[in-house]
């Protein structure tokens, strides 16, 4: 059984996963980050919000869809792997 690839995307991952955490560091450091994303999730404002998580230094594809109580940000790295992250208000 080769595991190769298997190990290869978990590596990958553990990169999505940092870059995930420059978005969930910068909420828990900074209300008013916090308030400007929910606010222009909650208005459906797709290029402020997409704007706002690029600006924590996130330099990886990410996908983002919302709804008046979520915002899901969908991280993915070539044809490897992904991660979503799920953040509820």
Known sequence: M??????ASAKRVQTIIRQAQLLTDKINESQQFAHNLM???????????DKLIASTGITIKFDT?????????????????GLTLNLHW
């Open 2 to 7: 080769d595991t190769h690839k298997l190990v």
């Open 39 to 49: 606010n222009a999730a909650q208005l459906s404002n797709k290029t402020e919000v």
């Open 65 to 81: 869809k919302y709804t008046p109580d979520n915002l899901r940000v969908l991280f993915t790295e070539s044809d490897c792997c």
